[in-house]
């Protein structure tokens, strides 16, 4: 039975430089530390998750679909997923896709069998689904970009990957989850036909897109692959703790494009905050001990929607350079900024972060000075938050904490104490304005390229 899951102790290492400098295992604690965005996305969440990874129990993802994209670098091998949790390439460590997560099947087994070709291994040993998981069919891709052509002007830059049509189905109760694919194929056939006929009616254009029959053989095949990874996850991941096991929970997206507390509506479908964790995994909040956030050294964000702190010209040309600021899932190229500690406070307000890690803080090694956004003004009052308003939040002006910057390179620095004293006062700085302890800095992509303050 895959929900009765078995796992090796793990160890009590630290993150931190050992006597030949290379980077120990961190150890997570017991029960349930969370990992989130914490501005627009595209943070380096995946570089923390795969380094707690190495001591824990079980990775998991909570929400969205594989309109989230998080890198891995191990040794030269650079792994791309969407919705596979980043701790898969952990042989000891299960990777649980929650009740909260949307999955497209073709494109979960695509996912699959690029990063099998790029060394993961035994993936099937470790990884399982909930079969309260609802599906993302072609045809919601489809709704997707009809949608958006709706919008004209107005639309979100959604991936167009079928997450937000598929979460609608799910809330007007037609969605169709992971246990029915699985289970009786004579009911999913039914329930499948009747999602969409309910679909072709509200878009005509659907018309003749749709081979039933041809998808209905897909899916009888992709049955027969996915039932024996399909169970009740929460039961299993409550077996973890209760084991004594360590569980960590991936966020995808971030804050900053929550449904409800996002800059709406240029957000994504899901929760994107630490609430997710309880109604996306069946977690209760006294289990969460600890809840990590991540940020940039400064800030991106892909689509339209409010973004105050965002350059142009040669700035964020070299900010996207360096940064590689190119979507994993998309390849769209990322609006660029300088950091925001008025946006970063927000989201501590709803994460309640233990602490932060800074990562690609190497990207600013360049530059003569660096600024942090420390204050908005409209119509020349302090606005103390991000507010509801979006017409609001794009007049805002911005107030900078501007310094100079410190023109080296961090890349192989692996003490605090190494970098640059310009590179530390950014840090010390930014922790400052923003009110929380950043106890890891990221200065490149290796898995080695992350400094624990301690």
Sequence with gaps: DRCVLKFSSCGSSLAQQDDSGEMAAEEVQKGVTVIVGSQWGDEGKGK????????????????????AGHT??????????????????HKTCKSIIGNGVVV????????????EKKGLQAWQDRLIISDRAHLVFDFHQLIDGYLEEEKGKGSIGTTKKGI????????????????????????????????????????????????????????????????????????AIHEIIKQGGRVIVEG??????????????????????VGAVCTGMGIPPCLVNRVHGVLKAYTTRVGSGAFPTEVDGNVEQ????????????????RRCGWLDAVAMRYTNMVNG????????????????????????????KVIPTIPADQAMLEEVEVEYETLPGWKQSTRA????????TNAQAYVLKAEELIGVNIEWVGVGAERSSIIRRV
């Excluded at 087994?109 to 990063?115: C, G, P, R």
């Excluded at 620095?413 to 640059?420: G, T």
């Design 48 to 67: 923390l998750v795969d380094l707690l990874a190495e001591t824990a129990s079980a990775v998991c993802r909570c929400q969205g679909g594989n309109n």
């Design 72 to 89: 891995v670098v191990v040794g030269d091998t650079r792994f791309a997923f969407h919705l596979l949790p980043s701790g898969i390439v």
């Design 104 to 115: 497209h099947v073709p494109g979960l087994f695509s996912e699959l069998e690029v990063n």
């Design 164 to 235: 937000g049509p598929t979460y609608a189905s799910k809330a007007y109760r037609n969605g169709i989850r992971m246990g029915e694919l699985v289970g009786n194929f004579e009911r999913f056939s039914e329930r499948f036909h009747q999602l969409l006929e309910s679909s072709c009616r509200r878009f005509p254009q659907l018309q003749g897109k749709v081979d039933e029959s041809a998808e209905l053989e897909r899916y009888k095949t992709f049955a027969e692959r996915l039932r024996p990874l399909v169970c009740d996850t929460m039961s």
């Design 252 to 273: 995808a997206n971030a804050a900053m494009l929550d449904i409800d507390f996002g800059t709406y509506p240029y957000v994504t479908s899901s929760n994107c905050t």
């Design 318 to 333: 070299l900010l996207r350079d360096r940064g590689h600021e190119y979507g994993v899932t998309t390849g769209r190229p």
């Design 353 to 380: 972060y233990t602490s932060v890690a800074m990562t690609k803080l190497d990207i600013l090694d360049v530059f003569d000075e660096v600024k942090i956004g420390k204050v908005y003004r409209h119509n020349g």
């Design 413 to 420: 620095c692996r003490k605090f104490e190494d970098l640059p």
